[in-house]
């Protein structure tokens, strides 16, 4: 009879048959019940219309990378988009002289004068360019609150999925339980 090979690469009897020693008691191993009960129940859950599609699981390698998903993006440092202090830097440096100390502001800067805004100001303007443009190369910026919402359904529609399968899962493990069970009291 040919042998199959089930999801962890061991040879077992196809599982239409059982196969029994002299003895009375079957031959098969925990691992190759396992396979044929799996089998079944995959088998069961693609015939039902309401139960939901069993897969087989995916390998232990396989597996750490997708729980881990998609590596998170990488921000640039919170001094990219800090550009208020500059600002007011440059605002308490251009009040009038009435109201600051000769010499100095009250931060220790110079007084500026009217001509020499527009090249104080041009840092600050840079500054804030280059924010803008890296917030305009980060994932997914253009995408629409409508267009988040419908993912953030997709990714609850598969949650409840993976919770159903996972009931499915618990469903096997028991059924390997009893299986167990049942060959330890032969």
Do not use: C, W
């Amino acid at each position: 009879m040919p042998k199959q090979e089930n999801k962890r690469g061991k040879r077992s009897q196809p599982n239409s048959s059982l196969s029994a020693t002299a003895g009375g008691q079957s031959s098969r191993t925990a691992d190759e019940l396992e396979a044929i009960v799996e089998n079944t129940l995959l088998k069961k859950a693609s015939e039902s219309k309401d139960a939901p599609k069993m897969e087989p699981a995916p390998e232990p390698s396989s597996l750490a990378s997708i729980l881990a998903g998609p590596a998170p993006p990488t921000f640039p440092p919170p001094e990219t988009f800090d550009f208020i202090p500059q600002t007011h830097d440059l605002l308490q440096r251009l009040l009038p002289a009435a109201e600051q100390s000769p010499g100095a502001t009250a931060n220790g800067l110079a007084p500026l004068e009217p001509k020499d805004v527009d090249a104080e100001a041009s840092r600050i303007r840079l500054k804030i360019q280059k924010a803008r443009a890296i917030i305009s190369e980060m994932p997914d910026i253009e995408r629409t609150i409508d267009e988040q919402e419908e993912e953030i359904k997709a990714l609850e529609a598969k949650i409840k999925k993976q919770k159903e399968v996972l009931g499915g899962v618990r469903h096997l493990k028991a059924v390997k339980n009893a299986a167990a069970a049942l060959k330890a009291s032969k």
